[in-house]
Structure formats: structure tokens, C-alpha cells
């Protein structure tokens, strides 16, 4: 018997698996695994929801005209250059399916996102990697990389999962080094988390021509990782072809009215942002302590890298970690097998790191 038979490059992809949020047999799970506000969604967000929920047999706005006008209008951007999605990962996807196919390639940095790798092979193309250094990508190597079949550039910046981030005046030349066809993709998912002078989400060069588009999330500062919600904003040539394949109804109802009131709550998104200036320190200089690596981040969390002595190792690590209820991301995935992302949680959840990674490291 025959079956239909996927297109070529398909079964190679290795499908993403996101961090677990139970343990068979433990009752109190501790979730560190996935990035997530660590204080929940702003309540007002919360009481969108709860309102919206009588017209849910309603289209949603297919434009996202609220939500595209609000952002446009604190960060003085053109609101018809936006684009909204089903969380930033439907966005990548899109801008692969749209300016990548077989025979092209698809670069980004050794310990970039794998959401980059999957986009590609599954619109036909060649995932390409560049060293990095320092767990830190580097425009040199980049540039290096870049062939006759690259089409895209994409650059986690921060990066997931190292918490590393690249200087603008980096980006800047990166984006002056890549031929002018090749599309340059900022992720900046984690940019408000960073309270560097020297960093931006690099909105400015996207204003300066039409090849470079940022991405940005609800799911990290907001807290809206369940409802799926992002948005880009690009060049007009880039946002209109963006805009002819995305589905017409891409976001959901709930997504853009929980959206837009977290999006408004700066108050609450304040508050976030000192929980995790506080604890992210404050967490990294705590495991650090115990002769543990800690990647300098500039995200809502810390990539530990531990030794490779028996009964100490990562895998070891995740395992005690788990028996006591607290799950964290392993890294084989993503080429860094002696490391363990930690995820800045509550207070109490922080301490009880400290407190399990203590009672390991001392056992």
C-alpha cells in the first residue's frame, strides 16, 4: 500500500517540544521551564477576558485595529507597517514561508531559537548556523556564513536560551553587511526585560530600509503565552506580503482583547519589570555561589551550566530538580547538554532553586 507522502524535508524536522508543566506522582509543581511571567497576566487583562467571553461566537477583528493602533502609538510607529499573530512564532513561520523555499537557506546563531530551524525546513529550506562566542552571537561569523542561497538572517536578541544579547551598534553591522535581498529578522521577544543603554529592539533600522523586520511577544513581559499573540513590524513591501498569506482571522478574539488591556496596564508591566530586575540578579548570583557557571542574561532567565563531574552533571541536576517539583529546561536541544535554563519565578519559587540546587550541589 502506498500513503501520501509529505514533502521533501519534512521528516527531518525534529518537532519542538515545549517545557513540561507536570510530574507524574508530585502534586506541587514549580514551572520554570518555559519563560513565563513570572507574576501571571495584569488582572486587568484578566477582566477582558472574563468580558469578552459572551461574544466569543463572534469573528475577531481580523486587522487587529485596537491593538496595532495602541502599539503604534507609544512607540510612534506606523500602525499599517504592524502585523499581528498567533504569538511571534506564527510570524517567523510566516516570513520564512513567504521569502524562503527549497534551495534557499535560513541562518542564525549556533544556540538560536529552534523555532528557526523548524520555519525553515518546513517551507524546504536549509537551516544554516553560525559559531558563536561566548555563547554570544557574533556579527563576524554571521557574515561569514552568509551564501548565494542565503535568504533570511534570523537574530534572537536577546537570545533564547543563552539570556546574551548584541549591542546596537552591532545589529547596525550586521544589517550593513548582508546584501540588501536578504531579509535581516530581529526576535525580540525578551527586549523588555533589558535595561541596557546600549541596546534596542532595532525598530530604528527597520525604519531605515526595506529588508529588516522585528518580531515581538505577548507571552514573556504580558503573560499571555496561552493566548498566543505577537506582532511584527516591517517595511510596507514586507507587512503587505505578511498580510496576504496569514489567515484572515490569525488572532483570536480573546487574544486581542487580553492583549490590548496588558498592553495598557503599563503600571502592572512595570511592576514585572522590577520582580525581575530584583530576582534575576538575585537568582544568578545565589546558584553562581555554589561554583555553578551562570551565563550573563539580560532576560526573565539564566542559562547554569554545571560540571561534568559523575552524579553532578546537568542530566543529574534535572533529575533532583524534578523529584522535589521543580521543572527547568533541559539543553541538549540546542547543543548545550551541560546546561540547565532556569526561568525567574516568584520569590518563593527562586528560593526554593537556591535551597534544591543547594542540597545537590552539597550532597
Given at each position: 500500500m502506498t500513503a501520501p507522502a509529505p514533502r521533501p524535508g519534512i521528516m527531518d524536522i525534529r518537532p519542538y517540544i515545549g517545557g513540561e508543566s507536570a510530574i507524574e506522582g508530585v502534586s506541587r509543581i514549580i514551572k520554570l521551564s518555559s519563560n513565563e511571567g513570572a507574576l501571571g497576566p495584569s488582572p486587568k487583562a484578566m477582566e477582558a477576558l472574563r468580558a469578552m467571553a459572551p461574544e466569543m461566537h463572534r469573528y475577531p477583528d481580523g486587522g487587529a485595529e485596537q491593538l496595532r493602533k495602541a502599539i503604534a502609538a507609544?512607540?510612534?510607529?506606523?500602525?499599517?507597517?504592524?502585523v499581528c499573530g498567533a504569538g511571534s512564532d506564527e510570524l517567523l513561520g510566516m516570513l520564512c514561508r513567504s521569502y524562503a523555499g527549497?534551495?534557499?537557506?535560513?541562518?542564525?546563531?549556533?544556540?538560536?531559537?529552534?523555532?528557526?530551524?523548524i520555519a525553515a525546513k518546513s517551507c524546504g529550506a536549509t537551516p544554516v548556523t553560525a559559531p558563536e562566542v561566548d555563547l554570544t552571537a557574533n556579527v563576524?561569523?554571521?557574515?561569514k556564513a552568509v551564501t548565494p542561497r542565503t535568504r533570511i538572517v534570523f537574530l534572537a536578541n536577546p537570545n533564547n536560551p543563552t539570556g546574551t544579547y548584541l549591542p546596537a551598534s552591532e545589529v547596525e553591522r550586521l544589517r550593513a553587511g548582508l546584501p540588501a535581498h536578504v531579509l535581516l529578522v530581529i526576535d525580540a521577544a525578551y527586549a523588555e526585560f533589558v535595561s541596557r543603554n546600549d541596546y534596542t529592539s532595532g525598530i530604528e533600522l527597520v525604519e531605515a530600509g526595506d529588508n529588516t523586520v522585528v518580531c515581538r511577544t505577548f507571552s514573556k513581559m504580558f503573560a499571555l503565552g496561552g493566548l498566543r499573540l505577537g506582532w511584527a513590524y516591517g517595511p510596507a513591501n514586507v507587512v503587505g506580503v505578511l498580510n496576504r498569506v496569514r489567515n484572515p482571522f490569525n488572532v483570536g478574539s480573546a487574544a486581542l482583547a487580553a492583549g490590548l488591556a496588558a498592553f495598557e496596564d503599563t503600571e502592572y508591566a512595570d511592576l514585572c519589570k522590577r520582580h525581575n530586575d530584583y530576582w534575576m540578579p538575585w537568582l544568578s548570583e545565589r546558584v553562581a555561589a555554589l561554583g555553578l557557571t551562570v551565563v550573563p542574561s539580560v532576560g526573565n532567565f539564566i542559562l547554569v551550566r554545571f560540571p561534568a563531574t559523575p552524579g553532578k552533571d546537568a542530566a543529574r541536576a534535572d533529575a533532583f530538580l524534578r523529584s522535589k517539583g521543580v521543572i527547568v529546561r533541559a539543553m541538549g536541544a540546542y547543543g548545550l547538554g551541560d546546561c540547565l535554563r532556569f526561568t525567574i519565578g516568584?520569590?518563593?519559587?527562586?528560593q526554593v532553586v537556591v535551597d534544591t540546587l543547594t542540597e545537590f550541589v552539597k550532597a
Open positions: 507609544r512607540y510612534g510607529l506606523d500602525a499599517d507597517r504592524i527549497p534551495g534557499d537557506e535560513v541562518l542564525y546563531s549556533a544556540h538560536g531559537f529552534l523555532m528557526y530551524a563576524d561569523n554571521l557574515l516568584t520569590g518563593e519559587e527562586n
